[in-house]
């Protein structure tokens, strides 16, 4: 597998989910995550999925995306990458970026010892800014719901979310918002300015058209959705499938 540009992505979400299922897996690795995302119209960081050995490619995308990266490990052996060593952060020049590559390859071996690293997704660090959560999440009873607040570090620490059933109009979406702390900070606090309501509006909308074109999604996080004066973009997305 060398690498792609996510902006060439051509599969559909169902041909992404089908492609999992096909390998007998209930769980996306993160870059099928995001290349699904942004086939429903969800913003994503551009990216790069790379063999893990392949170090030509390695150098050849990090040109292409431009420091400072992200690094992190794709398995299907680890959920929680941060907890395994998986993740590495400001990653400034190819040498830290070689050296971050070898780091990353024992903390996990250490962390998992069973885990098998099949990629390293190269992802292009975002500049600062709110974090959100925006969620979904399909129930035998209640059917497919979204999730919103704040996200990133704030979600165990202060629990900010919202939920409501699908499906909703854009004023009742408004209203669950509004319950939130997220939405204060959203909407300007203390000087600070307004952030760009319009566009994470349009994630929701995208996330819940998605829950309902594709049933075999049970679960999807997008955690954080970093939200500026103008544009979102979704740093994390996790999916999990029905079995």
């Given at each position: 597998?060398?690498?792609?540009p996510h902006e060439n992505t051509m599969r559909t979400p169902a041909d ?180 760009d309501l319009e566009a994470v509006l349009t994630v929701m909308d995208a ?37």
């Amino acid at each position: 597998m060398t690498f792609v540009p996510h902006e060439n992505t051509m599969r559909t979400p169902a041909d992404i989910i089908r492609a999992a299922r096909k390998q007998g897996r209930t769980h996306l690795l993160e870059h099928e995550a995001k290349e699904l995302a942004l086939a429903a119209g969800i913003p994503v960081p551009d990216h790069a999925a790379l063999q893990p050995d392949d170090h030509d490619a390695m150098r050849s995308a990090a040109q292409r995306l431009g420091f400072p990266l992200a690094l992190k490990a794709l398995s299907r052996d680890i959920v929680h990458k941060t907890e395994a060593g998986a993740v590495l952060l400001d990653i400034i020049d190819e040498h830290s970026l070689a050296a971050a590559v070898e780091s990353m390859k024992h903390a996990v071996a250490r962390h998992r010892p069973a885990a098998r690293i099949e990629a390293f997704l190269l992802e292009k660090m975002m500049q600062p800014g709110l974090e959100l959560l925006v969620g979904g999440l399909r129930d035998e009873q209640f059917g497919p719901s979204i999730a919103f607040g704040l996200g990133g570090v704030w979600v165990e620490a202060l629990k900010d979310a919202a939920f409501g059933i699908l499906p909703m109009t854009r004023e009742e979406t408004l209203e669950m918002m509004q319950l939130t702390r997220a939405w204060t900070l959203l909407k300007g606090f203390r000087g600070s300015p307004p952030l760009d309501l319009e566009a994470v509006l349009t994630v929701m909308d995208a996330l819940t058209r998605l829950l309902d074109q594709a049933p075999e999604i049970r679960e999807i996080d997008l955690n954080p959705v970093r939200v500026y004066e103008k544009g979102v973009v979704a740093l994390d997305v996790r999916v999990v499938m029905g079995s």
